[in-house]
C-alpha cells in the first residue's frame, strides 16, 4: 500500500487531453514537491516534472504539472501514441524520512 | 555522458544474501553533491526507494529495510554496491540504480535494472 494513491489506468484518444491525479498527505504531497515518471516496458523510470512543475529540458511541452494541498496531477495535452506508458508520482515522505512512489497509472491512448 | 550498469546474480536463493553493484561512467562518483541510490520495483508495483550513499560516504535507508540493507561507495572503482541480507520472496524485484542531485526524488541517471529472482 503506497503512501501516494493514483488510478491504476487511465484512457484518452490521440489528441484529447487527459489528467493523472496523485493523492498524498501533509507529511509529503502536502510539505514538499512532487516529481513525476515515465516508464515504458522493460525500461528505467524517466523524470518528466520535477520540482512540481518544472520540465527538465527535452520533455514537450504537452507534459505538465501542477500541485494543491496533499494532491498533484500530470496533464498531457494532445496526447499522443507514443505517450502510452505507465506514470508514477514521487515525492519525499517526512515521516518516512525518504522518497515515496506512487502505485502507477497505466496510460492508453485509445 | 553519465552511464550506470548494475551487475550481480540474478537468482538468489531465500535466506541468502542479495549482492549488486553500480558501475558508473561519465561521472566522478565522487562528484560533490551528488546521491547514488538504489530502487527496486516489484513486479506490479510502483518503484521503492531502498536507499542511498552520499559521495562523503553517508548513507540513508528505507527504514522497512534498513535492518537488512547495507550501501557502500568504492569511488578508485567508481562502483557503488548493495547488499540486502535475509531474502525471501518478497524481495524479487527488477533492482536499478540512479544519481541524485538531492535525498529528493529527482534521478537523473539510471542504470538499466537487473532482475533479481529469489527462489530456491
Known amino acids: 500500500q503506497s503512501l501516494l494513491t493514483q488510478p491504476p489506468s487511465s484512457s484518452a484518444a490521440p489528441g484529447q487531453r487527459v489528467t493523472i491525479s496523485c493523492s498524498g498527505s501533509t507529511s509529503n504531497i502536502g510539505s514538499n514537491d512532487v516529481y513525476w515518471y515515465q516508464q515504458f516496458p522493460g525500461t528505467a523510470p524517466k523524470v518528466i516534472i520535477y520540482?512540481?512543475?518544472q520540465r527538465p529540458s527535452g520533455v514537450p511541452d504537452r507534459f505538465s504539472g501542477s500541485k494543491s494541498g496533499t494532491s498533484a496531477s500530470l496533464a498531457i495535452s494532445g496526447v499522443r501514441s507514443e505517450d502510452e506508458a505507465d506514470y508514477y508520482c514521487a515525492a519525499w515522505d517526512e515521516g518516512l524520512i525518504g522518497p515515496v512512489f506512487g502505485g502507477g497509472t497505466k496510460l492508453t491512448v485509445l | 555522458q553519465v552511464q550506470l550498469r548494475e551487475s550481480g546474480p540474478g537468482l538468489v536463493k531465500p535466506s541468502q544474501t542479495l549482492s549488486l553493484t553500480c558501475t558508473v561512467s561519465g561521472d566522478s562518483i565522487s562528484s560533490r553533491g551528488f546521491y547514488w541510490s538504489w530502487i527496486r520495483q516489484r513486479p506490479g508495483r510502483g518503484p521503492e526507494w531502498i536507499g542511498c550513499i552520499y559521495y562523503s560516504g553517508s548513507t540513508y535507508y528505507n527504514p522497512s529495510l534498513k535492518s537488512r540493507v547495507a550501501i557502500a561507495l568504492d569511488p578508485s572503482k567508481m562502483k557503488f554496491s548493495l547488499n540486502v541480507t535475509s531474502v525471501t520472496v518478497a524481495d524479487t524485484a527488477v533492482y536499478y540504480c540512479?544519481?541524485?542531485?538531492?535525498?529528493?526524488?529527482?534521478?537523473?541517471?539510471w542504470g538499466q535494472g537487473v532482475l533479481v529472482t529469489v527462489s530456491s
Open positions: 520540482k512540481s512543475d
Open positions: 540512479a544519481r541524485g542531485d538531492t535525498m529528493r526524488p529527482h534521478y537523473d541517471y
